[in-house]
């Protein structure tokens, strides 16, 4: 049991390219999401997904396309990079969200740079 | 808008001694609360969730309290060890049919445990 599974560990972009945050779990989770995590501003929201077709904004979402094709997987893509993209990553997923107040089990992050 | 705030940014304790973090948050009515841990380069670990209508919730060494009159929570960590030392994240949520995208993250509080 894996877990929530997140590649790449690391990326540097330049300005204006493309890329693919990826995300799997292999718990059966309904909810996936993602958040960036900058100093100082604590965990924000980007896009989240409560199962397979269906996704919806977060806190953040400017910038960034999602979709959810699977249960398992939950792709974060990022069509122009910009500086202000530089970030920490994390896919986070829960069992249900119909159980209200389900914990959180995060990815070890991606850490990207755009220059 | 809705705040969060963790009291400080970093606490600095000595071994065996209690931990206390604060979390406050203004123009808000959350339904739960949840305190998660994460470590240097990791996603962050769920450690305790106590609802609106619960006092105190306690697992191990870790006591978790909810004031919704003071707009408080403390989060304890008696007897602390070094391996204790890590960044501490409070989370709110609404029950809003039980989806996650409702979870607003606070900014963390670093302990460090001295021995």
């Known amino acids: 049991n894996a877990g929530v599974t997140q590649t790449p560990k690391f990326q540097v972009l330049k300005t204006g390219q493309s890329m693919t945050l990826q995300c799997a779990q292999d718990?059966?989770?309904?909810?996936m999401s993602w958040y960036r995590q900058d100093p100082g501003m604590g965990l924000r929201l980007i896009h989240y997904?409560?199962?397979?077709?269906?996704?919806d904004q977060g806190e953040v979402p400017n910038g960034y396309n999602v979709s959810r094709s699977t249960t398992e997987d939950f792709p974060l893509r990022l069509l122009s990079a910009a500086p202000s993209q530089t970030s920490v990553y994390f896919c986070?997923?829960?069992?249900?969200?119909?159980?209200?107040?389900?914990?959180?089990?995060f990815g070890s992050g991606t850490q990207l740079s755009v220059l | 808008s809705q705040k969060i705030e963790q009291n400080s940014e970093a606490l600095n304790i000595q071994e065996g001694k209690t931990a206390t973090l604060t979390c406050n948050y203004t123009n808000y009515s959350p339904a739960y609360l949840q305190w998660y841990r994460q470590d240097p380069g990791r996603g962050p670990v769920f450690l305790l969730l106590i609802r609106e209508n619960e006092k105190e919730k306690r697992k191990e060494r870790l006591k978790v309290t909810f004031d919704t009159t003071l707009k408080q929570s403390l989060f304890h960590i008696t007897a602390s060890q070094p391996a204790d030392s890590a960044t501490y994240l409070c989370?709110?949520?609404?029950?809003?049919?039980?989806?996650?995208?409702?979870?607003?993250f606070g900014k963390g509080t670093k302990l460090s445990v001295k021995p």
């Open positions: 718990m059966n989770h309904e909810y």
């Open positions: 989370a709110l949520g609404r029950d809003y049919g039980g989806s996650q995208g409702n979870l607003i």
């Open positions: 986070a997923s829960s069992y249900s969200i119909r159980a209200t107040n389900e914990k959180l089990f």
């Open positions: 997904s409560v199962g397979a077709g269906i996704t």
